[in-house]
C-alpha cells in the first residue's frame, strides 16, 4: 500500500490461550461477548468519519462497539464461519461495515481495493474462539474428537496432521518448545515420531491422549494444552501473520 495515513496506534488483545473446555450442544454454540470492548474503543477513540480495521472481527463484537461511536468499520477475519456470523450480527449497520474473509496481514491490499488511503485506527484480537474450540470438526479441541486439522481458514493447505506426521523430530521439538513454551517438547516428539511409524496420526484425541502420556495430568491445565497452542500457531503461521500485520496496519 503507498502512504497510508494513520491516525491512532494499532490496538491489539489476546484471547486466552487456555480456555476450559466444557460440554456443549453445537446448536448452542455462540461466540463470546468482547470482554475488553470498552477498553478497545477508548484507546481507539473512534469517530465519525473515520474508518477503523477489526482484523479479527470473530462475532462481530468489537466491530459493533465500534460502529456505536460513529466510525466505519473494515472487518476481516480468516474464519468464514465468524464472516457468516458477523455479517448477521452487523446486518442492521447496513453499508457503514465491510466484511471481507482474509488474514489481517493482507490488510493493506482490501484497503487498496477500496481506494482507501487513511485510516483511524486497527484492532486485531489474537488467539482461539471458544466456539472455536467447541466445535469438535475444526480440529482444535482436546478433550471433542475431530480431524487433526486446526485451520483457521479452510482454504489453507496445510493442517496439524500434517505437521505431526511429516515434521522432523527437530522440527517438532523446535515448535513445541518455541510456540507452546511445552518443558516436554522434546519427549513428546521423539514419541510422535515412534507412534506414527505403526499408524499416523488423524484425530485430535489420539494425539492428546499420546502427549498425555508424556506429560501426565497436574492440576486443571489438560495436558495437551501446550502442544495444540503450537501446532494451531504453526499451522496458521499466527506469528508470521502478526508480524506483517503490524506493519501493514501501523505504518
Known amino acids: 500500500m503507498n502512504a497510508l ?39 481507539l477513540a473512534p469517530h465519525p468519519g473515520s474508518l ?101 481458514d479452510p482454504r489453507s493447505t496445510i493442517t496439524a496432521a500434517d505437521i505431526v506426521n511429516r515434521y522432523s523430530e527437530e522440527d517438532l521439538t523446535r515448535i513445541f518448545r518455541d510456540l507452546g513454551e511445552e518443558p516436554a517438547a522434546r519427549r513428546i516428539a521423539s514419541l510422535i515420531v515412534k507412534m506414527r511409524k505403526d499408524s499416523p496420526f488423524t484425530e485430535t484425541l489420539q494425539l492428546a491422549r499420546a502427549i498425555e502420556k508424556v506429560v501426565g495430568r497436574h492440576g486443571r491445565r489438560h495436558p495437551a494444552t501446550q502442544a495444540f497452542q503450537a501446532l494451531r500457531m504453526e499451522v496458521n503461521d499466527e506469528l508470521g501473520a502478526l508480524e506483517h500485520g503490524l506493519r501493514v496496519t501501523g505504518s
Open 5 to 43: 495515513l494513520f491516525e491512532r496506534p494499532v490496538w491489539f488483545a489476546t484471547g486466552p490461550l487456555v480456555l476450559e473446555e466444557e460440554p456443549q450442544e453445537m446448536e448452542d454454540f455462540t461466540y463470546h461477548r468482547p470482554v475488553l470492548a470498552a477498553e478497545a474503543v477508548e484507546l
Open 52 to 152: 477503523v480495521v477489526d482484523g479479527t472481527v470473530g462475532g462481530g463484537g468489537h466491530t459493533e462497539a465500534i460502529l456505536k461511536m460513529g466510525a466505519d468499520v473494515l472487518a476481516l477475519d480468516q474464519d468464514p464461519d465468524a464472516i457468516e456470523q458477523a455479517r448477521e450480527e452487523l446486518a442492521h449497520f447496513g453499508g457503514r461495515v465491510t466484511l471481507r474473509q482474509t488474514n489481517f496481514r493482507n490488510a493493506d491490499k482490501i484497503l487498496d481495493e477500496l481506494g482507501v488511503a487513511k485510516i483511524g485506527g486497527a484492532l486485531l484480537d489474537l488467539g482461539v474462539s471458544s466456539r472455536q474450540l467447541e466445535n469438535a470438526a475444526r480440529g482444535f479441541s482436546m478433550m471433542r474428537n475431530g480431524p487433526l486439522d486446526m485451520r483457521m
